[in-house]
């Protein structure tokens, strides 16, 4: 069973899909120029120093494409249609919640419910689809996230 990380430390949560999809495809590794370094665990000082080069410590996620390209990933935008979630796992959504817009990520669905990784602290969360679509900010769609070629 896929260990996905279930909390932050700062505003980091566009990072934490990231690393999320990561650990979807199989991997604790990253693709970084030509060298591949391993996803930062929680409460290091390679944690922080990735946080802060994302701008994420004392707010949210700047230059999000810098980051997705230097974790190794592809950002494809869908839409909000369970159809689609179903076929393109796993799924960056942009809710609001109780914090305000935060990113969770799609790893599953199951019937009418979509598992969501990064919204409920310290485990993941089942989330009805008519809900996921009343909290999703529909301004930003959806992305499938994609692991690039190594």
Known sequence: MIKYQNTQQFCECQLVSIWNACRFWGSDWFVWGVDEQE???QFTKKYYAACDDANAV?????GI???IKKYGIKAVRGKFTLKW???HLPIEV???CHRGYHSVLAVRVDHG???LANYAFGRLHR???KRLLKIANKECAPCQYVMRKR
């Open 39 to 41: 996803i930062p665990r």
């Open 58 to 62: 004392h707010g949210g996620v700047i």
């Open 65 to 67: 494409d810098k980051q």
């Open 85 to 87: 979630f179903k076929s």
């Open 94 to 96: 942009s809710v609001f």
């Open 113 to 115: 419910d979509v598992i």
């Open 127 to 129: 989330m009805k689809w």
